[in-house]
Nanobody, 128 residues
């Protein structure tokens, strides 16, 4: 039904920037909250950022706050993650996720269990 396709990953030096894209199809994009998660080798999947369907609220992991910015373009049915001041510890596979659910507690937007649809992931590698 709903498909999410990430793109924009690649190799970048520490301190550099990348912008990830999440193209959505098969649903009403404007009604979905969009999130980014990442998983590094040997580590658990962790929350990165989320934006609600109205784009009125955004949430960030402490580790990326001030460096990353999540946004969305409902006309293009695409979500974005702008990553600045990248660090080697940002190296991971980044996954886009979406849900049509509204959560009154922001906690659920920061957890993988809160999302119904997932992309295939895109690799981000930050060299030192």
């Amino acid at each position: 039904q709903v498909q999410l396709v990430e793109s924009g990953g690649g190799l970048v030096q520490a301190g550099g920037s990348l912008r990830l894209s999440c193209a959505a199809s098969g649903g009403t994009f404007s009604s979905f909250a969009i999130a980014w998660f990442r998983q590094a080798p040997g580590k658990e999947r962790e929350f990165v950022a989320a934006i609600t369907w109205s784009a009125g609220n955004a949430y960030y992991a402490d580790s990326v706050k001030g460096r990353f910015a999540i946004s969305r373009d409902n006309v293009k049915n695409t979500g974005y993650l702008q990553m600045n001041s990248l660090k080697p510890e940002d190296t991971a596979v980044y996954y886009c996720a979406a849900t049509g659910q509204y959560y009154s507690l922001s906690y659920y937007y920061t957890k993988g269990r809160g999302y119904d649809y997932w992309g295939q992931g895109t690799q981000v590698t930050v060299s030192s």
